[in-house]
């Protein structure tokens, strides 16, 4: 699984002119699930965005999770991440994961990170053409992969 979390100070996702998540404060969270990943993967992940302390302490140091500050997740499906682009311009996907092996793990995310954070996770629509609209604080963007655990 691959993450990018951006920190924000106001985030949406609109399918469809409807808007199906809005948070303030919190994490933009694009996350791409390849064939590989396992719960395992979801479990490690899951604990690693709602720990990561990139909000601002009294001294402006970053020192806060998300608790912290009382910051909610938008989580967005997003294949492009396991773009290969090895050859030529035009990406290839075929490391991401189909819907049948993708949706059942991206609904466990949802469904973990609420668990972890103790309210609903705003998301968008897996497949939909989503439009993403959001205030990047920082900025602040930090990209995981739990393949490569650095």
Do not use: H
Request: charged share 25%; net charge negative; proline share 3%.
């Amino acid at each position: 699984m691959r993450a990018v979390l951006q920190r924000v100070t106001q985030a949406s996702c609109t399918v469809d002119d409807q808007i199906t998540g809005v948070i303030e404060t919190g994490f933009l969270v694009l996350l791409g699930i390849e064939d590989a990943d396992t719960v395992e993967d979801l479990e490690w992940l899951a604990q690693k965005i709602i720990g990561m302390r990139v909000f601002g302490d009294e001294n402006g140091m970053m020192n806060k999770a998300l608790a912290d500050v009382d910051g909610d997740i938008l989580l967005i499906s997003q294949f492009t991440l396991f773009a290969s682009t090895k050859k030529g311009n035009r990406p290839g996907f075929t490391r991401a994961a189909r819907p049948e092996v993708a949706i059942p793990l991206y609904e466990k995310m949802i469904e973990k990170l609420s668990g972890l954070l103790g309210k609903q996770v705003k998301t968008g629509i897996f497949g939909a053409d989503m439009k993403i609209s959001l205030l990047n604080d920082g900025p602040v963007t930090i990209m995981i992969d739990t393949k490569n655990k650095e």
